[in-house]
């Protein structure tokens, strides 16, 4: 499973470091440390806080992510992966926005997606392009 530093956590989520930071020694999300000694999030525990947080409302990362154009890409993490033999729905949480997109099985599993893996959604139109970074 994958596993993200605080410092991909915090771009992710679309807020600072440090907010990162004081979120895991409080104890609102859960890290342990990595084999180098840093801290670290689990990708499954990662894709539940974005969810939880979207949910709650992050004011200042709606803020951000709201002031960009529809043609920017958005990093985030997938939070569900349904397959079905043609197609797959992916579910993104970017920020404070879900993002839903619905793409080829063979390119999700090309793709590796699963839950907590970090992407990005490239939006253009009424399209959504996911890739990982």
């Known amino acids: 499973m994958p596993e993200y530093r605080l410092s ?5 989520l679309g807020v600072s470091y440090d907010t990162v930071r004081r979120w895991t020694e409080h104890g609102r999300l859960a890290a ?6 840093r801290l670290s999030v689990d990708g499954v525990e990662l894709a539940r806080f974005a969810v939880d ?3 709650q409302g992050n ?3 709606a803020r951000r992510i709201g002031a960009q154009s529809a043609r920017n890409r958005f990093p985030g993490i997938v939070t569900n992966v349904t397959r079905d033999t ?5 579910e993104i949480q ?3 926005h879900r993002i839903v997109s619905l793409i080829s099985r063979e390119a999700c599993d090309e793709l590796g997606l699963e839950i907590g893996v ?3 959604a490239a939006v253009k139109s009424t399209n959504v ?5």
């Open 129 to 133: 392009v996911v890739h990982r970074e």
């Open 86 to 90: 043609v197609m797959a729905q992916v």
């Open 59 to 61: 004011g200042d990362a």
């Open 8 to 12: 991909e956590v915090a771009r992710l």
């Open 53 to 55: 947080l979207a949910e």
């Open 32 to 37: 342990d440390t990595d084999q180098a000694g």
């Open 94 to 96: 970017a920020g404070p």
């Open 118 to 120: 970090a992407v990005v």
